[in-house]
């Protein structure tokens, strides 16, 4: 038996939504890939995977939005300060939301789809592989799920690891590009190190004081099949907008 493989001569890639990054990777994140944004609390990661979010709206992809530590309308508000009112893309179904906050704080929501219990990865997986097949399975599209560390507070290290697995298999089987934020420190160094080695590509953030101001930086730490140049960027919120330059700007 015999197997003919399609595969591209280029290999495709989807813009990050920022330009200094996507020039550093080539063009932008791979397609597909499964990419790890962590970093500490309070570095604004939240809003720079929205940033991506709006930027592959913007480009016709289906976006899969997994919230397990806030509502979906607290996302909508966070992006519209930001100038990115997504709204019509949830009314023509191009956004779609996975709550797994609203049903267990007896809230009502707006997604399409809930996870009832996001701490059991049973639960979990079923709810996503259930959202992925409706919503991805005909063109593939983006996933971003926020927090990783939200659930995986909870969760023991096989059950970690399982779930992993599944989604960096699920980015080939939907042929998507999935964004998972982590806030480090939720669990202990050798999940943190399965996390990076388990993605394709890694993204880290930073926050230091610079003359009694909190300084926020970004690097590349890990992206497969790419040349890239592993020197921090800073980036700052300010006037409605994210703007990532050189670290000495």
């Given at each position: 038996m015999s197997f003919i493989y399609d595969i591209p001569e280029q290999e495709e890639r989807i813009s990050t939504g920022y330009e200094i990054l996507d020039k550093m990777l080539s063009g932008g994140f791979p397609w597909p890939s499964s990419i790890l944004l962590i970093g500490p609390i309070g570095t604004g990661k939240t809003s720079l995977a929205q940033g991506f979010v709006w930027s592959c709206l913007n480009k016709g992809k289906t976006v899969l939005y997994v919230t397990v530590d806030t509502p979906p309308t607290d996302i909508v508000r966070n992006m519209m300060s930001f100038g990115w009112d997504p709204r019509p893309y949830i009314d023509s179904g191009?956004?779609?939301?996975?709550?797994?906050?609203s049903p267990r704080v007896g809230l009502e929501t707006m997604?399409?789809?809930?996870?009832?219990?996001?701490?059991?990865?049973?639960?979990?997986?079923?709810?996503l592989l259930f959202a992925e097949g409706e919503t991805l399975r005909?063109?593939?599209?983006?996933?971003?799920?926020?927090?990783?560390?939200?659930?995986?507070?909870?969760?023991h290290r096989r059950e970690i690891i399982k779930f992993m697995e599944r989604m960096h298999a699920d980015t080939r089987k939907f042929n998507g590009v999935y964004l998972f934020i982590y806030n480090e420190n939720v669990k202990d160094k050798q999940i943190e190190n399965f996390?990076?080695?388990?993605?394709?590509?890694?993204?880290?953030?930073?926050?230091?004081?610079?003359?009694?101001?909190?300084?926020?930086?970004?690097?590349?730490?890990?992206?497969?099949k790419t040349v890239y140049e592993k020197r921090k960027l800073r980036y700052y919120f300010e006037k409605g907008r994210i703007r990532i330059v050189e670290s000495g700007e």
């Amino acid at each position: 038996m015999s197997f003919i493989y399609d595969i591209p001569e280029q290999e495709e890639r989807i813009s990050t939504g920022y330009e200094i990054l996507d020039k550093m990777l080539s063009g932008g994140f791979p397609w597909p890939s499964s990419i790890l944004l962590i970093g500490p609390i309070g570095t604004g990661k939240t809003s720079l995977a929205q940033g991506f979010v709006w930027s592959c709206l913007n480009k016709g992809k289906t976006v899969l939005y997994v919230t397990v530590d806030t509502p979906p309308t607290d996302i909508v508000r966070n992006m519209m300060s930001f100038g990115w009112d997504p709204r019509p893309y949830i009314d023509s179904g191009q956004l779609v939301f996975v709550d797994g906050f609203s049903p267990r704080v007896g809230l009502e929501t707006m997604a399409k789809y809930i996870i009832n219990d996001p701490f059991s990865v049973d639960d979990t997986l079923h709810s996503l592989l259930f959202a992925e097949g409706e919503t991805l399975r005909e063109n593939g599209g983006v996933m971003v799920f926020s927090h990783l560390s939200t659930i995986m507070f909870t969760w023991h290290r096989r059950e970690i690891i399982k779930f992993m697995e599944r989604m960096h298999a699920d980015t080939r089987k939907f042929n998507g590009v999935y964004l998972f934020i982590y806030n480090e420190n939720v669990k202990d160094k050798q999940i943190e190190n399965f996390l990076a080695q388990t993605t394709d590509v890694v993204i880290r953030t930073a926050k230091e004081w610079v003359k009694d101001r909190i300084a926020l930086y970004l690097w590349i730490d890990k992206c497969l099949k790419t040349v890239y140049e592993k020197r921090k960027l800073r980036y700052y919120f300010e006037k409605g907008r994210i703007r990532i330059v050189e670290s000495g700007e």
